[in-house]
């Protein structure tokens, strides 16, 4: 699964790298170099004016809740189980196949985290080691996502606050070529394929399938990091720095 990553791009870079039509968003996010459930977070998605589908869908770049909250869902507590979604079974779950079919987002993202569970001698209680996992050229990540909107029936329909905007990230199979981290990892999408990935018209599901391709090999690199990066209320670039393990030393090591 992926339960952390980063996000530290300005809103400007997000702008320019995704060629956005439309900033959407209230205000700008502060760097977050250790996002986590429920947190709000960038996303570029494609809509047309005034939901009408038979007009041009506007690239626009908003901020969302991470946690997808299903339509029907009686209250947004659900959002905290639906961070992920296998990508072997998006299409047919219920929480997830009404937007998989017409509600498609990116979420840009520096890396992610992953948990290495290390054996330690007798005596010695095991550990999990936090490894961070990025693009082996510094460039952003577009992991692949589906967003949906939620009515709270307690707000009148003309509040701002009565639609709650959700996303989740879709995750695949990790293919470790050094060591094994984690058999889980977002699912990306190349730039040449973001405009048939967003594309709300594009309502196929055999055909939006084809645009879900792992990253290519050796596309991204991991090195391990402290564990401050565990507890959610630590926030800064030295999440990132490098530390030295018995597995690699502090040297990043190339993956999938």
Known sequence: MCGRYVSARQRHELLEEFEVEQDATPEELREDYNVAPTKPVYAVLTRSPQGDADL???????????GLVPSWAKDPSIGSKLINARVETVAEKPSYRK????RRCLLPADGFFEWYPVEREEGKKPYKQPYFIHPADGGIMAMAGLYEYWR?????KEDP??????VTIITTSAEDEIGHIHERMPMTIEPERWADW?????????????????????????Y??????NKVG?????????IADEGNKGEEIALF
Not at 224 to 229: D, E, H, I, Q
């Open 161 to 166: 606050q009565a639609w709650l905007w959700t």
């Open 56 to 66: 041009r869908g506007v690239r626009q770049l908003r901020v969302v809740r991470w």
């Open 99 to 102: 937007a998989f079919a017409a």
């Open 198 to 222: 967003l594309d709300p018209q594009l309502t196929d599901v055999e055909e939006v399938k084809h645009l879900l391709v792992p990253a290519a090999p050796r596309r991204l690199t991991a």
């Open 152 to 156: 709270d029936p307690s707000r009148p």
């Open 234 to 242: 630590n926030n800064g670039p030295e999440l990132l720095d490098p």
């Open 224 to 229: 391990a990091v402290s564990p401050a990066v």
